[in-house]
Each structure stands twice: as structure tokens, then as C-alpha cells.
């Protein structure tokens, strides 16, 4: 089972490559346990260090399941940051592959699903980790028995 610490090593970790692909980091002192919702990111506060509570997180059920959104916000470093959970019912996918300029991680908490990245559908359970690249074609599918719900952390760097 995927842990906080688990997600939020990879949230850290994603931060710092981002930062470091930058050549630059702003620090910038907020600290608030709010979720943020989407707005424009012009007029949005800056994300600081905070906490996301499971049991607080509202669950929206849609045509493949169901989906948990955590945050969208900017931080110091990246023009947005996004967070959402995702439980995808048996036989069902949440759209078509497809490909975006942001990059994200998908990291499976429970359950087993195939993904789809360089032409290969690869199938990977509970605790791997997904790293989407930049406007390369990616998606996933449920093809097992029972539901499975993963993480997904986005990211926008500034200019993107």
C-alpha cells in the first residue's frame, strides 16, 4: 500500500528536479493546510508547506469510477501543482491516451492496471510509480476484476 510519506517523497522529488531543470528556486514562506482550488493563476496564492487529509478529500463518482482532487495550485517554483486520486472501475479507462505539455507521476495505491507509454501496453500493481514525460503519449487502462486507485501528481514549470 502506498503511504503519505511514499507520495509525498515523490512529490519532493518531483519538485527538485523541476527546480533544478530550472537553474533557479524562489523561496517563498506560506504555510497553510488549506486546499486551494482552481483560479487564475495570476491572482492565486502561492501553495507553502501544508497538509492533505484523506478523509477531507471529496469523492466525485463519474462514468469510470470515481476521482478524489486534491489540490491545483502555483508554488514558488512551478506556475501550478496538481493533485488528484483516482479510482478506476473494472474494464474502464479514465480517457483515451493522449499527451500534454505538463509531466506527472502516477503512483498505483491499490489494485493492478496497464499503462501505456513508447507504443507498449505494460501492466504494473499496487506501489509502482509512472513517470509521464512531456508531450509524450501516455494513458492507462483497468483490465483486471477489481477497482484500482492511483495518485496523480501534475506540474506546469514556468513558460510551459
Not at 507520495?7 to 523541476?18: D, E, G, P, R, S
Not at 489494485?111 to 507498449?120: D, I, K, R, S, V
Not at 496523480?152 to 513558460?159: D, E, F, L, Q, T
Request: glycine content about 6%; some cysteine.
Amino acid at each position: 500500500m502506498i503511504t503519505r510519506r511514499d507520495v509525498l517523497v515523490a512529490l519532493f522529488t518531483a519538485t527538485c528536479t523541476t527546480v533544478v531543470a530550472m537553474g533557479a528556486a524562489t523561496v517563498v514562506a506560506f504555510h497553510s493546510s488549506v486546499r486551494i482550488d482552481a483560479a487564475e493563476p495570476q491572482t492565486r496564492p502561492v501553495l507553502g508547506s501544508a497538509t492533505f487529509d484523506w478523509d477531507s478529500f471529496k469523492v466525485t463518482p463519474n462514468e469510470f469510477g470515481s476521482q478524489r482532487q486534491i489540490l491545483r495550485a502555483p508554488t514558488a517554483t512551478l506556475d501550478e501543482l496538481e493533485m488528484h486520486v483516482t479510482t478506476l472501475l473494472p474494464g474502464k479507462t479514465s480517457h483515451e491516451p493522449h499527451r500534454h505539455a505538463n509531466e506527472e507521476l502516477v503512483i498505483i495505491r491499490e489494485g493492478t492496471l496497464e499503462t501505456f507509454a513508447n507504443n507498449t501496453w505494460k501492466t504494473v500493481g499496487s506501489g509502482s510509480v509512472i513517470f509521464n514525460a512531456s508531450n509524450e503519449l501516455h494513458g492507462v487502462r483497468n483490465v483486471s476484476q477489481a477497482p484500482v486507485t492511483y495518485h496523480v501528481v501534475n506540474w506546469k514549470s514556468p513558460g510551459r
